[in-house]
Structures are given as structure tokens and as C-alpha cells.
């Protein structure tokens, strides 16, 4: 995708280069949209380098998101809008709550839990952050959380939405890096179950230091059994999506449209979803939509032309000039990851950072997938750090809990989230061996 240019142009990286950078920050740091600064850059750039023609920005909007993996964006979209609307992701939580719900700290483990199954059909985490938020904190709290730690609790299982295939970060990145989706998708199923599982673990040491949480009840093969078969058709649509897409059946894209058509005709078996629900799903569904692909749109420009300035050849000149150790140039790259995750979205970070940060983990050895799996995971720390946090503004709107008291309480779900990242970084097999 990014091979758009055919004459490659030798530019020294001046105030000519920087100048348009440091301005779309600023814009950025202003609350400016961030798809308008980076459009804004991506004409500065290409206006003061002439590295490539002017007239190529227009037609580079249109041919960029001309992908047809793309389509599968709005389809996992709407699938999570209606999974909400019919009752089905309830019906998960059921499970997740009979499964884990009888230990200690039980049901802080069934949120999580209930977070990942969510991110198994719709892709997106503040999707999910919003949905079982709804559905658990006003619990937590009553289970005995102080209500900014549950807050924090389902910002951070919430993560797991970008973490956990089928992904929308993982489209992306796949898109941008030429890396098939099916390929990633495989590849992310034990990291994004790591995520969830040191979330899960940490609440529960949390708990033996606080004791917020002790459930009484016991778990119950007859009660699970039963809450299973009552959510069959709830399993069933992360059974087809996964299922058919590890299986080869379905690419992600079809896999996105039969999830769509098999959780509306659930939803109208049941009565839970009418004719009438379908403009304001479809509404609601669009409008998040607009917000990501925009910036999708005005991010590859800019990346077009960072690769004919070659930035990424200069950065990788730059830090390997400072030191030629493989540890440090895997802790610098996850410091950059984690400080833009700080203050930008994932998707402007994966298009921009992806092409640059790419050559330099070839140069140390990490494999392309292995480097998608590290890059998508460190990114999902920043939905808890503020000050962009967008998991931690979800729950707060959701409570009316100030942002800063659940980011406090975020802490130790940011170190164990970043214990995963350098796990995934230094051994690569947690990303590889599914693929060997």
C-alpha cells in the first residue's frame, strides 16, 4: 500500500521536514481532529519537500482505503451494535460469570472475561468498554469495589477489544504492512489471551491485598451447563467468526458480513432486535465509522510521504547509530509505542509508526509478525494512560467518575499490561508458534 511512488527523492530531514511535524503535533495537542492535522501535515509536507507531486494527496484519499479487507471495519462495527441491541453480549457475561464467577474476586475475573468474549465479535474496545460497562460496574461497586477501581477494571479488560482477534487494529496494520489479517488474527490469539489473563490475574492479587471481593458461591457444572445452553446462540457467532476464519473458510471481511447477518437473524428470531431498531444501529454504527475512517483516509498520505523522505531509513540509521544493542533498541521502540499511545489513537500510530518502526525491527532481527503483535499490544496500554485514555473517558462518562481517580486506580493494570509487551517482544514464539 505504501508503495505508491515509483522515483524515489534524497531529501535531508531539515526545518522543511520538521517544521510541518511540530505543527500537526501542536494541532493534535490542541484538540484540533486529529484526521484534519494530519491532513493539514500531509499537505505541509508535500507542499514544502515537492518530494512528491501535490496532486497525488487527492487521488492517494481514494485509492488508500479502496481495500476491500477494509470493508471489514464497519461490518465488525455494526455486529457489536447489534450484540448489544439484541441482549446476546448479556448472555456472554452469563457465561463468563458461571465460569469464574464462584472464586475469589470472582466476578471482577468474570468482567474481564465477559470483556474478551466481547472483543471476540466486534474488534473494538471502547465498544466493549461502554457495553459491559453498562452491565457490571453499578455490580462491582456493589460486590464491594470502590467504584473508580471498577471503572478501572473494565477500562483495562477493555483493552483486550484491539488485543483479541478478530481485531480492527490488526486489519489495519496488516493492511498498511501488507501482512494477510488471517495471518495476524492466528498469531494474536495466545498474546490477546495473555492480555486478558494478566488482567484477570491482577485483579486478583489486588483483591487478596484489599479484599474488595469474595464470592460465596461455588461453581456449578449444573448452573454453567444451563447458562451455556441458554447463551448458544450468543457462542455461536464467536464460534463462526473465529472458526471460520482460522479454518480458512471465510477471509475476516466475510467473516465480518456472516457475524452481521447471523447475530440480526438471532436477534429477529428472538424478538430482542425489530425492524425499527435497524436506523438508529445503523446510525449509531456509521457515526463510529466516520471517526476511524477519516483518519485512516489522511494518515496514508502522510506515511506516503515520510517513505519517499526516507524516514524510516533515517531513524533507523539514527537509533542503531546510538547503540547497537538489541535490548535497547527494543526497550526505545516500546518506550515510543507507549508515550504515542499517551497521546494518539491507535490508528493514526499504527499508519504513521507501522512503516517507520518496521525497518528497525527487521534490522535487529524481530520478525514482521512478531513486531505487529508487539506494536498493536503496547498501543493498547495507552486506553488506560491518560491523557488520551479513551477506555478510561468511555467509563468515566458512563459513572460520572473523574478520569484522574480511575487512571490512579489503573496503575497496576498498566504494569502488567507492559510485563505482556516485553514478554512478546523478547520471545517471539508467544507470537510465531501458531504460525509454525
Request: hydrophobic letters at 55%; aromatic letters at 8%; charged letters at 10%.
Amino acid at each position: 500500500m505504501l508503495n505508491y511512488y515509483s522515483q524515489q527523492v534524497s531529501v535531508d530531514l531539515g526545518w522543511e521536514f520538521y517544521g510541518p511535524v511540530i505543527a500537526m503535533l501542536v494541532l493534535i495537542a490542541l484538540a484540533v481532529p486529529v484526521w484534519v492535522s494530519l491532513g493539514l501535515g500531509s499537505i505541509a509536507l508535500l507542499f514544502i519537500t515537492e518530494v512528491l507531486p501535490l496532486s497525488l494527496f487527492g487521488e492517494s484519499l481514494f485509492d488508500g482505503i479502496d481495500a476491500f479487507a477494509l470493508i471489514a471495519v464497519p461490518l465488525f462495527i455494526l455486529t457489536g451494535d447489534v450484540l448489544v441491541r439484541t441482549g446476546l453480549s448479556n448472555k456472554l457475561l452469563d457465561v463468563a460469570e458461571a465460569s469464574v464467577g464462584g472464586a475469589k474476586a470472582g466476578f471482577g475475573s468474570a468482567t474481564v472475561l465477559g470483556c474478551g468474549f466481547f472483543a471476540c465479535i466486534s474488534g473494538s474496545d471502547a465498544a466493549g468498554a461502554a457495553a459491559v460497562g453498562r452491565m457490571t460496574i453499578d455490580r462491582l461497586v456493589a460486590q464491594g469495589y470502590p467504584k473508580p477501581y471498577a471503572c478501572a477494571l473494565v477500562a483495562a479488560g477493555a483493552c483486550t477489544g484491539i488485543l483479541i482477534p478478530p481485531s480492527i487494529a490488526y486489519i489495519i496494520i496488516g493492511l498498511v504492512l501488507g501482512i494477510s489479517a488471517s495471518t495476524l488474527f492466528l498469531a494474536a490469539a495466545v498474546p490477546g489471551v495473555m492480555v486478558m489473563m494478566a488482567i484477570m490475574l491482577t485483579n486478583v492479587v489486588m483483591n487478596r491485598i484489599y479484599g474488595y471481593e469474595n464470592a460465596g458461591q461455588g461453581f456449578s457444572i449444573k448452573r454453567w451447563f444451563s447458562v451455556v445452553v441458554d447463551a448458544r446462540y450468543a457462542l455461536l457467532v464467536p464460534v463462526i467468526i473465529l472458526g471460520g476464519i482460522y479454518s480458512g473458510v471465510f477471509t475476516p471481511t466475510e467473516a465480518a458480513a456472516v457475524a452481521v447477518v447471523i447475530t440480526i437473524i438471532i436477534g429477529l428470531f428472538q424478538g430482542t432486535l425489530k425492524i425499527s431498531d435497524f436506523p438508529k444501529m445503523l446510525e449509531s454504527s456509521a457515526k463510529v465509522n466516520g471517526v476511524i475512517l477519516p483518519i485512516i483516509a489522511l494518515s496514508l498520505p502522510l506515511a506516503q510521504t515520510l517513505a519517499a523522505l526516507d524516514v524510516p531509513q533515517a531513524f533507523v540509521e539514527t537509533m542503531t547509530s546510538f547503540t547497537d544493542s538489541r535490548t535497547a533498541l527494543i526497550l526505545i521502540m516500546i518506550g515510543i509505542l507507549i508515550i504515542s499511545g499517551c497521546f494518539m489513537e491507535t490508528t493514526p500510530n499504527i499508519l504513521i509508526l507501522s512503516p517507520i518502526l518496521l525497518p528497525l525491527a527487521r534490522e535487529i532481527g524481530m520478525e514482521d509478525v512478531q513486531f505487529c503483535i508487539m506494536m498493536v499490544t503496547a498501543l493498547g496500554v495507552g486506553f488506560i494512560t491518560p491523557p488520551l485514555g479513551l477506555n478510561l473517558f468511555v467509563v468515566s462518562g458512563l459513572t460520572g467518575t473523574s478520569v484522574l481517580k480511575i487512571a490512579a486506580r489503573s496503575g497496576p493494570y498498566v504494569i502488567s499490561m507492559l510485563t505482556v509487551v516485553l514478554l512478546l517482544a523478547f520471545i517471539p514464539e508467544l507470537s510465531l508458534w501458531a504460525l509454525d
